[in-house]
């Protein structure tokens, strides 16, 4: 009897200080954080709608920028840029870390420069056109041949 008691003594203590316990409750807390992580995400797809830009990171640290299509119960279906060409893709939920929308003020300032110069652009083209609208309808002939009073 000194022997079976000794023995499962020794197993129990062996199975304390080996942390078998602590194991599983690091599973249970892996579950709670994501859970935690899944409900953060679907709070934040719950602001977001169909054509809404934004930016996806994966639970394996991949970053991707994206257009969403649809937001499903389980999962969410984007496009985003592929080298030269536009994919849809279906990303679960349970693949996504974080999500936040595109923020235009975090925009580079190489993509402000151009979209300033462009607007500056077409202010000077709209500019040109009107003056030469104006240009072109005061030199025209009178066809009735009578001079204007001056």
Not at 54 to 66: H, L, M, P, Q, S
Not at 117 to 129: P, Y
């Amino acid at each position: 009897m000194k022997r079976v008691l000794a023995v499962v003594l020794i197993a129990t203590l062996t199975t304390l200080m080996l942390g078998i316990d602590t194991t599983s409750w690091a599973q249970g807390r892996d579950e709670k954080k994501r859970e935690k992580q899944q409900a953060a995400v679907a709070k934040a797809l719950h602001d977001m709608h169909r054509g809404t830009t934004a930016i996806v990171e994966r639970t394996n640290g991949e970053k991707v920028d994206v257009v969403i299509e649809e937001i499903r119960a389980l999962e969410i279906v984007v496009m985003r840029q592929q080298r030269d060409h536009v994919a849809t893709e279906t990303i679960p939920i349970a693949d996504i870390a974080h999500i936040k929308k595109a923020s235009l003020r975090k925009m580079s300032v190489t993509s402000k420069v151009l979209i300033g110069t462009a607007v500056g652009l077409g202010v000077l083209f709209v500019g040109a056109l009107a003056a030469c609208a104006s240009a072109a309808s005061g030199a025209q002939p009178h066809l009735d041949g009578a001079h204007p009073a001056h």
